[in-house]
């Protein structure tokens, strides 16, 4: 089963299972930011994910990511 980090800095974050994710969709207090290049996020993303390509993260973070507050949730593998 996929395990998606819910914070990639912070080494102790906790992982959101596959079904976890599933029943969160749509939850607004949950941002889920998909760090795959553009092509990727293009093919095929989780519904309603952000696309912050992780080499584009430094630069757009905080225009992509306002609310620092926010719970995110970031993946960065196919999650089919």
Same mark, same amino acid.
């Given at each position: 089963?996929a395990?998606?980090? +819910? %914070?990639?800095?912070e080494p102790?974050?906790?992982?959101?299972?596959r079904? @976890? $994710?599933?029943? #969160?969709l749509?939850d607004?207090?949950?941002?889920?930011?998909d760090?795959?290049?553009?092509?990727?996020? +293009? %093919?095929?993303?989780?519904?309603?994910a952000?696309?912050?390509?992780?080499? @584009? $993260?430094?630069e #757009?973070?905080?225009?992509?990511?306002?609310n620092?507050?926010a719970?995110?949730l970031?993946?960065?593998?196919k999650f089919?």
């Amino acid at each position: 089963m996929a395990e998606l980090s +819910a %914070a990639a800095n912070e080494p102790d974050s906790p992982e959101v299972s596959r079904d @976890e $994710l599933i029943r #969160r969709l749509g939850d607004p207090s949950l941002v889920i930011v998909d760090v795959l290049p553009r092509d990727s996020y +293009a %093919a095929g993303h989780i519904p309603g994910a952000l696309s912050l390509p992780l080499a @584009e $993260l430094n630069e #757009r973070a905080r225009e992509v990511l306002p609310n620092p507050q926010a719970e995110i949730l970031v993946y960065c593998a196919k999650f089919t």
